[in-house]
């Protein structure tokens, strides 16, 4: 007894200091309200600060980490002493009117109190408070448990047969019928109970299904992975319900449980906290790179340059590809999904032959810290199965673009896709929103229901310009509808290496990778893909502002595209186009590891685009000069005949601005 008063007492001295006695007081106010007063049970959420509470009573903290119901058994004695020594609420008399649920703000960090989800078996967890990581992949509508009930004694002459001493609530890894069914026997007369319906306490109740991290590597699909893993299932309850979304990264904390569904035990986890959680990634860059920096530094464009010509030299020689390399790495360093910043850049390829530039591809995907490759067997969006946990509602899988949020999803090759698939991804690139339809009927509910998900991935997709179908809407685009090669927006064409030389370059490589396949064909200018996965993380985070003659420079060369396009070939071009502008100029920004978008960043994105909408489109009055975007050999000559390229191009685009846009003379001289 004395050990229990202690104990309390440390629970009083603990929600004294971090103010839960005053939140006690706060949330006892609600309750005495005309609606709430005639309630039976009262619930209260207490925060826990474990190494607090180490710091007032360690025996206490100890409670609270391994013995997680009766440290909640302290807690609720103690509020239910405060509350009726302060009269807080009239209609509470015992004890088990209160309802106490601990919510910790965190664990210890160390390895005893993490759970691995990757590492089996999981059987041998206790029931105590762990800390989990993962993604996760699949949730359920909302649905209703009991929370609370009151039972009743059903022999009159018993002092229980009244009042409120009979009450059961659910605690971690209970079913429904733990908590109400029809055979409990009073524990003072042994009669059976009856319970008081009307003072039945509804909660919600939400299934989550959270995976390894790691499980993403196998849909990235670089290599072929023997690695399966499996999920686990979360119940989320009350105002932790729809705090989980799916495709999205979280840290939980929650209590294992065994759960019977006779004659099957699911292992479980029982939700106490959840917050977002995102890996640690480099956040610099190695040392070549930051020489290649300062050694590029007297041009904004070569760094840029050279990145990509060095750009998986184990698949092509340099010289080739360097348009479909330098998009890739744009959209990479410009994706991002986390809570802070949300942007994407889609991407559509198309070439004659797409053997090489899907592999380019699938390699460029392995560099995204989340990366999917969807596969024919999968869902790209979202699919529906009965819950199998008892809770009779629909579980919402994540398809290959819920499970890429804020990273990568390659769709590959557009001409297997339905009519259907390829009107729904249209869709869904419009709308940057997927929305699943879920049949009432089917799933237990009595009116069908509409749930939209945001989608924040970046799209890549491939075309075979040379493919002859029914389907062929142009002989650019090949099978892929005009609509939907527009909501892509950047639109990249691969020429076939068709000069003499280049094509013995290609030959060359390929028969020495065939002969000596890993080899280091270019070490002078031999980049990892460690060093590239370093460096595409790091510009992912940079923070980059558009100076304001870049703002003039983009504003003035949509005004005046819009104006040449729908005068001329009456085309009438989207406010998208202007963000995709902004956004390959921030990309660019972001690939030469500077903080401030330039002029020269944004003539980067009017090249790209120009060239985007020429093929879908006519082309304009904008002169674009030879080697441009990259001359077949970009060694020191080369970079220079670059930069000279592009300082001619950057006067063509001012000279267009000034002729086409209205109002340009008032930033732009003739001269």
Not at 348 to 377: F, K
Not at 379 to 390: C, K, P, Q, T
Not at 485 to 490: C, D, E, H, Q, V
Not at 507 to 535: C, I
Request: aromatic share 8%; hydrophobic share 40%.
């Amino acid at each position: 007894m004395a050990d229990m008063f202690s104990l309390k007492r440390s629970v009083l001295i603990y929600l004294d200091k971090s103010g839960g006695l005053q939140k006690l007081t706060e949330d006892c106010k609600s309750y005495n309200d005309p609606p709430q007063n005639a309630m039976a049970i009262f619930r209260f959420c207490v925060g826990v600060n474990p190494t607090d509470v180490i710091e007032v009573d360690p025996e206490l903290g100890d409670r609270i980490l391994h013995h997680p119901l009766q440290a909640t058994a302290l807690f609720q004695s103690v509020c239910f002493l405060a509350i009726k020594t302060l009269s807080l609420i009239e209609n509470v008399h015992t004890e088990c009117q209160v309802n106490v649920m601990l919510k910790l703000t965190h664990l210890p960090p160390f390895p005893d109190y993490k759970l691995d989800l990757a590492v089996f078996p999981r059987t041998h967890c206790c029931m105590r408070p762990v800390l989990m990581e993962g993604l996760a992949i699949a949730v359920t509508r909302v649905t209703k448990y009991t929370q609370s009930a009151r039972f009743l004694c059903s022999n009159d002459d018993c002092h229980f047969s009244s009042g409120f001493h009979h009450i059961r609530v659910h605690a971690p890894g209970a079913t429904e019928s733990a908590t109400v069914r029809n055979d409990f026997s009073c524990k003072t007369c042994s009669s059976p109970l009856k319970e008081d319906i009307q003072f039945r306490v509804l909660g919600d109740k939400q299934l989550v299904e959270l995976i390894h991290v790691d499980a993403l590597k196998v849909l990235s699909a670089h290599q072929q992975s023997p690695l399966r893993y499996q999920s686990v299932t979360l119940f989320l309850r009350d105002e932790l319900c729809n705090t989980m979304r799916i495709g999205q990264l979280y840290r939980v904390i929650g209590i294992p449980a065994h759960v019977h569904h006779w004659p099957n035990i699911t292992w479980s986890v029982e939700v106490n906290n959840v917050q977002p959680w995102e890996p640690q990634y480099p956040h610099d860059i190695n040392a070549k790179f930051k020489q290649l920096l300062k050694a590029t530094g007297r041009s904004p464009w070569r760094f840029a340059a050279v990145i990509v010509h060095c750009f998986d030299l184990n698949m092509t020689p340099p010289g080739l590809y360097h348009t479909l390399k330098l998009s890739l790495l744009l959209s990479l360093v410009q994706t991002r999904g986390d809570a802070k910043n949300t942007s994407h850049l889609n991407l559509l390829v198309t070439a004659g032959d797409t053997l090489i530039v899907e592999r380019l591809m699938r390699y460029s995907l392995s560099l995204s810290c989340r990366g999917v490759r969807h596969e024919a067997s999968r869902e790209i969006f979202a699919s529906l199965s009965h819950d199998e946990h008892g809770a009779g509602t629909a579980n919402i899988h994540a398809g290959s673009a819920l499970l890429a949020n804020g990273g990568i999803c390659m769709l590959g090759d557009l001409s297997s896709f339905r009519k259907d698939k390829l009107d729904a991804i249209e869709t869904v690139l419009d709308s940057r929103t997927v929305s699943v339809f879920i049949p009432g009927k089917k799933y237990g509910k009595d009116a069908d229901q509409h749930l939209t998900f945001p989608i924040s991935c970046s799209f890549w997709a491939l075309a075979d310009s040379t493919q002859s179908s029914r389907r062929t809407y142009d002989a650019e685009m090949g099978p892929v509808p005009p609509q939907l090669a527009a909501s892509f927006g950047l639109i990249v064409k691969c020429q076939d290496p068709v000069k003499e030389h280049a094509v013995l370059s290609l030959t060359a490589h390929t028969l020495q990778q065939a002969v000596q396949p890993g080899k280091h064909l270019y070490s002078s200018l031999d980049f990892s893909t460690q060093d590239y996965k370093e460096l595409v993380a790091y510009a992912q985070t940079l923070q980059v502002d558009l100076s304001p003659a870049t703002q003039k420079l983009i504003r003035g060369y949509f005004m005046a595209t819009c104006r040449v396009r729908s005068q001329i070939h009456s085309n009438k071009m989207s406010a998208a186009f202007l963000k995709l502008l902004i956004s390959l100029a921030e990309a660019h920004c972001k690939l030469s590891l500077r903080s401030e978008v330039l002029e020269e960043d944004a003539v980067i994105a009017v090249l790209l685009c120009e060239n985007s909408v020429t093929l879908k489109h006519e082309g304009s009055p904008l002169v674009i000069p030879p080697d441009a975007e990259f001359p077949p050999d970009l060694g020191e000559d080369g970079l220079l005949r670059r930069d000279k390229a592009l300082d001619e191009l950057h006067q063509n685009i001012l000279r267009f601005i000034y002729t086409y846009a209205l109002g340009a003379d008032e930033y732009i001289t003739e001269e």
